[in-house]
């Protein structure tokens, strides 16, 4: 089975400075068949359900914010926050989403 | 809008069944591919297993042998069966739509969720 691993495990950042969030896999999720990356990534706010932020790796879902982006293939990965807002203090999560679901162990982002 | 909504005993005995339903308002369960997904206290998420009308299931290896998903066409719902439950078997439950007509999908819209406690 995949393995998903996200560094660090906690982050705290400023108001208005830039976010990283990486995920490591165990194995590659892109698939050559159709060249895309099988990797999405949730944020997660206290009592909330996870929300999708981004899919294959790099796709915004509707209504996210553009200060969200993803990059990466095959197995390294980064969730970056170009300028961080008050609201996006949450935690995220990487998912592989090619035969299994496997989430990586979530990653807290805090204000500094 | 699309809206799924959990429910079911937030108490089960141990060594019992858990068995939790996901209402599905604003489409058709008959459309999509549904998953389980469970959150313990603190701690990560978890892909239970997933199901299609068509009957196609798939269920976490680690957790295969005591899972049921099913659907009732006539409610619009999904539903989850976790039998032998245990401590470690104490989370909040989800149900998710996979965002395409595909199994092969990120889940793009989440029940609010439901605490299940196991007691002894």
């Known amino acids: 089975d995949i393995v998903m691993t996200q560094s660090p495990d906690s982050l705290a950042v400023s108001l208005g400075e830039r976010a990283t969030i990486n995920c490591k896999s165990s194995?590659?999720?892109?698939?050559?068949?159709?060249?895309?990356?099988?990797l999405a990534w949730y944020q997660q706010k206290p009592g909330q359900p996870p929300k999708l932020l981004i899919y294959?790796?790099?796709t915004r879902a509707s209504g996210v914010p553009d200060r969200f982006s993803g990059s990466g293939s095959g197995t390294d990965f980064t969730l970056s926050i170009s300028s961080l807002q008050a609201e996006d203090v949450a935690v995220y999560y990487c998912q592989h989403y090619h035969g299994t679901y496997t989430f990586g162990q979530g990653t807290k982002l805090e204000l500094k | 809008q699309v809206q799924l909504q959990e429910s079911g005993p937030g108490l089960v005995k141990a060594s019992g069944t858990l068995s939790l339903s996901c209402t599905v308002s604003g489409a058709s369960i008959s459309t999509y591919y549904w998953s389980w997904i469970r959150q313990p206290p603190g701690k990560g998420l978890e892909w239970i297993g997933y199901m299609h009308y068509s009957g196609n299931t798939k269920y976490n290896p680690s957790l295969k042998s005591r899972i049921t998903i099913s659907e009732d066409k006539s409610k619009n719902q999904l539903s989850l069966n976790l039998s032998s439950v245990t401590a470690a078997d104490t989370a909040v439950y989800y149900c998710?739509?996979?965002?395409?007509?595909?199994?092969?999908?990120?889940?793009?819209?989440w029940g609010q969720g439901t605490m299940v406690a196991v007691s002894s």
């Open positions: 998710a739509r996979h965002q395409w007509l595909g199994e092969l999908s990120a889940f793009d819209i």
């Open positions: 194995q590659s999720v892109l698939w050559s068949s159709n060249n895309k990356n099988y």
């Open positions: 294959w790796a790099s």
